[in-house]
């Protein structure tokens, strides 16, 4: 069964580096997305993607954030310069449709800690 | 303010009862509807989508009742294994423009 591969599982970082978190969608979905989850807390929406660019973002998915398709199979989510506050598991999603109907597929996630 | 709105539980019910959780949503123009279940530390995976007929899979019925902006997710002859949260998801929002919007969850614990 397809699934979306997210990389790597745990990353931690010191406060004001860059991280990059690596996913790979579903090989025939067109609609991707991030979402975090602090620990405790539900999961939000940072941000979809379709067709090589941004078409939706929420008020956490600010300046520090950006998102890119490089290849035909990479999906990466950068934060510039990470805060304590961005401490979370930051979970991929792809989807066949797009929000008003498609169903969503997560991967794994990744845990980032920001010492 | 726009939300997905949950009661935390937790749900505690023996193995083979039915139960039942509800989600209620602010807004009125949402599109789509799904319940997802997600285990402790561990990514959401999909149950179902919600229709407007309502609609069962299994053990699991849900409903959606546009006019009270609530749906609902019914677990019948609960197993262990459906122990886990399930997170209400409302695609929010109008003209084309939708944002997935979680709830915060209901948490199910099924013992022998």
């Known amino acids: 069964e397809p699934e979306v591969t997210q990389t790597p599982s745990h990353q931690v970082t010191q406060m004001g580096q860059e991280v990059i978190l690596r996913c790979v969608p579903i090989?025939?979905?067109?609609?991707f997305y991030w979402y975090r989850q602090i620990l405790g807390q539900k999961v939000e929406f940072l941000v979809s993607?379709?067709?090589?660019?941004?078409?939706?973002k929420s008020e956490i998915f600010d300046d520090q954030f950006s998102v890119e398709r490089p290849d035909g199979s990479n999906f990466t989510l950068k934060i510039r310069s990470t805060k304590l506050e961005d401490s979370a598991m930051y979970f991929c999603a792809s989807s066949g449709q797009g929000t008003t109907s498609g169903e969503q597929y997560f991967g794994p996630g990744t845990r980032l800690t920001v010492t | 303010r726009k939300e997905v709105e949950q009661d935390p539980g937790p749900f505690n019910v023996p193995e083979g009862a039915t139960v039942a959780f509800n989600c209620t949503y602010s807004?009125?123009?949402?599109?789509?509807f799904f319940w997802y279940r997600q285990d402790c530390r561990k990514e959401p995976k999909l149950l179902m989508s919600?229709?407007?007929s309502g609609n069962e899979d299994g053990r699991f019925t849900a409903q959606l009742n546009r006019a009270s902006q609530y749906i609902s997710l019914l677990i019948r002859d609960s197993k262990l294994s459906d122990s886990a949260t399930y997170l209400c998801?409302?695609?929010?929002?109008?003209?084309?423009?939708?944002?997935?919007?979680f709830g915060r969850g209901t948490s199910l614990i099924v013992h022998p």
């Open positions: 807004n009125s123009a949402s599109q789509s």
């Open positions: 919600v229709y407007s």
């Open positions: 998801v409302v695609n929010m929002g109008s003209g084309g423009s939708y944002i997935p919007t």
């Open positions: 993607f379709y067709n090589n660019e941004i078409s939706e």
């Open positions: 090989s025939n979905h067109l609609y």
